[in-house]
């Protein structure tokens, strides 16, 4: 408990769950905590439970302080991704 794994060098959420997968396997982990931006954690939570299949996860997010205006197309872009996101595959 209080271990924190780096970050992988990822360019999406979705590599960011593949590339860290063999790492927590490989460390033997059974409880991944994934921290994520607040208006992110929709999409997070699914590719993770996705590509984490069968490992204990538990989301937590912080707090986006950007204008409304801006907070609002992050959500936009959010939904939709999750939307495209729930229509394909995201298995490793």
Same mark, same amino acid.
């Given at each position: 408990e209080g271990d924190v794994? =780096?970050?992988v060098l990822s360019r999406s959420t979705l590599e960011d769950a593949q590339l860290s997968l063999p790492v927590v396997v490989r460390l033997g982990v059974r409880h991944v905590r994934v921290v994520? %931006?607040? &208006?992110?954690? @929709?999409? @997070?939570?699914f590719i993770f439970e =996705? !590509? &984490? @299949?069968?490992?204990?996860? *538990? &989301?937590r997010s912080s707090q *986006? !302080?950007?204008s409304q205006s801006e907070l609002d197309q992050l959500r936009?872009? =959010?939904e939709g991704a999750l939307a495209e996101l729930r229509r394909s %595959? !995201? %298995?490793p």
């Open positions: 794994l =780096e970050p994520m %931006s607040d &208006f992110h954690i @929709a999409r @997070a939570k =996705e !590509v &984490f @299949a069968g490992c204990q996860l *538990t &989301f *986006t !302080v950007l936009r872009h =959010e %595959s !995201v %298995s």
